[in-house]
């Protein structure tokens, strides 16, 4: 059984999207990040597929889901999630005013229920000051999420923010 590891949170400044408060917002700080071929390698692991087999046919998957994606299709990977095509741009008051130069094409996640599960089992901590000491030397590249750029609608919609905002953040 793999050892479950807790997950890191820090507090970062952040402007509450309805009132425009300034105030903080939780971030979780990654324990580093897991190569492609690393998972390859994993998920090749107790079968008769060896690493380059399992790496061949994620990119296989990878190519066919990008083939249906660009056609306007929703893309279901089963157990990995799915993916869905989306569209963002400025807001218009006519269908005159709208134009496509505009829009900015993008893909929304939607995890599976087996991967959501996966990281609801998770502990919580508070990010200690090595953390933080660490985040800032790979010039925040432990961080999961941007403070300053918000997520997209529609994205992740299994997961929420994290924030129920009941007081009771369940962080030790």
């Not at 929703?74 to 134009?99: E, N, R």
């Not at 087996?114 to 933080?132: N, P, T, V």
């Amino acid at each position: 059984m793999a050892k479950i590891l807790s997950l890191k949170v820090r507090k970062v400044k952040s402007i509450n999207p309805k009132t425009k408060e300034e105030g903080l917002a939780p971030r979780v700080v990654s324990n580093g990040k897991s190569a492609f071929e690393d998972i390859c390698y994993l998920a090749g692991l107790n079968t008769t597929a060896n690493e380059a087999e399992v790496e061949m046919m994620g990119k296989l998957i990878l190519q066919a889901a990008s083939r249906q994606l660009q056609n306007g299709y929703i893309v279901d990977l089963g157990p990995l999630g799915t993916l869905y095509p989306s569209v963002t741009g400025k807001w218009a008051k006519k269908a005159d005013d709208m134009q496509k130069s505009d829009l900015t094409l993008k893909v929304n996640y939607r995890p599976s229920d087996e991967i959501a599960a996966a990281i609801q089992g998770a502990k919580l901590a508070w990010a200690s000051a090595e953390d933080e000491k660490k985040e800032q030397e790979n010039g925040g590249a432990n961080t999961t999420s941007d403070p300053e750029e918000p997520e997209p609608s529609g994205s992740g919609d299994n997961g929420g923010d994290g924030d129920d905002n009941d007081g009771n953040d369940g962080i030790e």
